[in-house]
């Protein structure tokens, strides 16, 4: 069973979960109750919880830890409830009657409830042994690593490693007979009996697949370890589709100018605000490398006290000395970001893309130290991105080459649901906090 079919299931589920909470919450009134009536009218909530839902997660099932399930459950359907309630206050006055607080209160306690425990069957039902498609990796070991941890998380996905191979030991492996498949490193394909053997068993039943696309398939980033040169020939050389492009340039310019018009109000009140009690200047403009490693100028409002770079150029850190007070606030709602809506007119950045690092960073710390680090520089950078939603925020070497995989995963599957999709992470992350 593929992921999509396994999405599908899940999300069929839920809808149905929904609706049941809905006729439960029915039952204590008199007879002679409008059902249809009721059912009509609390349909106009469903896609409100399903986008909650999806928001947290709960469809995207290669980055979706079980270990966060019950919070991310709570969490989706707190938020839920209040938008429900909310969209049937302002709903035609037809509808008031069929629609209360402890209807929604009684679906609200019901279907997290349901959709935990189906979900809880239906995993142990997708990580049962005999479901498990037994696995043989092959490759680097911190690529192996990865999978190792992301399987672990996430048996349900329908993998079992039954063997680890390392190019080192590649002359003394021999494939074991119950194997179903193979993934294997492009990089150590001058090993060419290796490549022989693994070559020889197309058409015997084993699917043969490359290591870096199954740790994709498994963990939403792109492992750095086990691509090279032809990576990104095959999957990054080809333009996207006009249609797409023009798509992404609407989408950027249209939700743009509704930030535009929906924050200016606080934008009257925040800027005076700032220059009382955080002085000049507000604004903050810093080089970054941008579309085919160009620089251009970013613009943000100033979070940080005025000669926070004396010492040379560094990144910030939890609890930084160098934020203000009301620095924090802003980074913490993102308002710092708003003035990225200039970049986005001025083609310079998208809404969504890999977040543009300063050039002198890349030159003497990123660069030398991570393969591959000025390809993500093959789009567009972006105001938010997949590694923004994806991980956490990071300040070390090691942080940014964990990030660089996300990267990569956009720069390789980027489109017009991934763009919403990260959009929509997005706004979770602004309201949650996450992510600091």
């Known amino acids: 069973m593929s992921n999509k079919e396994k999405t599908l299931i899940l999300l069929l589920c839920d809808v149905a979960f929904i609706y049941i909470g809905m006729f439960l919450s029915l039952f204590p009134y008199a007879p002679g109750t409008d059902f249809v009536g009721h059912a009509s009218a609390l349909s106009l909530i469903v896609p409100v919880w399903i986008l909650m839902y999806f928001t947290e997660g709960l469809y995207t099932l290669k980055t979706l830890n079980p270990a966060e399930l019950p919070i991310s459950l709570i969490r989706a359907t707190a938020f839920a409830s209040i938008l429900s309630f909310v969209l049937m206050y302002f709903a035609p006055r037809d509808l008031h009657d069929f629609n209360s607080g402890p209807r929604l209160l009684v679906i609200a306690l019901l279907v997290p409830y349901m959709i935990f425990e189906t979900r809880k069957f239906f995993f142990s039902f997708l990580s049962t042994e005999s479901r498990l498609r037994k696995t043989v990796l092959i490759g680097s070991q911190a690529t192996l690593d990865i999978a190792r941890e992301e399987i672990a998380k996430k048996p349900y996905l329908g993998y079992k490693i039954i063997h680890e191979v390392v190019p080192t030991d590649a002359a003394k492996f021999s494939i074991p007979p119950d194997t179903q498949l193979i993934a294997i490193e492009r990089n150590i394909i001058q090993d060419r009996e290796l490549y022989q053997r693994v070559f020889g068993l197309l058409g015997t039943g084993i699917e043969i697949m490359d290591l870096a696309k199954f740790t994709e398939k498994i963990s939403g980033k792109i492992p750095v370890a086990s691509i090279d040169q032809t990576w990104f020939v095959e999957y990054c050389g080809v333009q996207n589709s006009v249609s797409y492009d023009l798509l992404k340039i609407l989408l950027d310019r249209v939700v743009a100018t509704l930030l535009l ?147 990569l995963y956009y720069v390789k599957n980027r489109d017009l649901w991934l763009d919403i999709l990260v959009i929509i992470k997005t706004i979770k992350t602004v309201i949650t906090g996450a992510g600091q």
């Open 261 to 407: 018009v929906l924050l200016l109000p606080v934008a009257l009140i925040l800027f005076p605000v700032l220059f009382i009690f955080h002085g000049g200047p507000i604004f903050f403009k810093q080089q970054r490398v941008g579309l085919n490693n160009k620089t251009f100028t970013l613009f943000k409002l100033r979070t940080m006290v005025v000669d926070a770079e004396k010492n040379g150029a560094q990144w910030a850190k939890p609890g930084d000395a160098r934020v203000t007070k009301i620095g924090s606030f802003l980074r913490k709602t993102r308002l710092d970001e708003l003035p990225q809506l200039i970049n986005i007119f001025r083609g310079e950045m998208s809404l969504v893309g890999p977040r543009p690092e300063r050039p002198e960073i890349i030159r003497d710390k990123l660069g030398p130290q991570i393969p591959f680090y000025n390809l993500r520089h093959l789009v567009k950078p972006g105001v938010t991105g997949w590694a923004q939603v994806t991980f956490r925020y990071g300040f070390t070497i090691e942080d940014s080459k964990e990030k660089l995989q996300f990267d």
